[in-house]
């Protein structure tokens, strides 16, 4: 599946939709998350390192960027580095923390703001696109590499209608 569209009626959605994502995650991914501020990005990441079994709080990492997590996918530890970079001041800060190594072929990382990063942040598997409705959020998922649509065939989410 190249592309899924749906509509998260509530919060519940948000976090069901991030449950499915969890369970067809796997090591390597990029996936950017896209949509105005309150669009559910950092609810959606939430809903999914907590389906992946972080037991924690998940706050965006609106100051430090980045917040890295381990998880278990299929019994194997899997490190989910959340990235906010709504503050990123320009794309050699990006480069003069050393993100870029983040971006590889066993580190999961979940993106919001990617546009903040443009030039220097590696492509996505998986583009997310949230936008607000008068009730509920419409959201889209778009896979670009053969990675990402590998994910997104093995997602299996049922919208409650
Ligand atoms: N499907 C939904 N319908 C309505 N409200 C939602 C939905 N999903 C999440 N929300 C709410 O929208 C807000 C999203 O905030 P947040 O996740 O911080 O957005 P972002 O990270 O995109 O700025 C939260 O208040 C959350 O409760
Ligand atoms: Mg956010």
Redesign the pocket.
Known sequence: MQHFQTH????????ALGAALARALAPGLTIY?E????????????AMLHAAGHAGHVK?PTYTLAEPYTVRLGGDPVEIIHF?LYRLGSPEEFLDAGFREHFNQSTICIV?WPEKAAGVLPAPDIKVL?S?KV???DIELQALTDQGSQCLDRLKFAPNL
């Not at 998260?8 to 976090?15: F, I, P, R, S, V």
């Not at 949509?35 to 939430?46: H, Q």
């Open positions: 998260l009626h509530n919060e519940a959605g948000t976090a998350l949509g105005d501020l309150g669009a559910g990005k950092t609810a959606l990441t939430r965006s906010d919001e949230l607000i009730a509920g959020r």
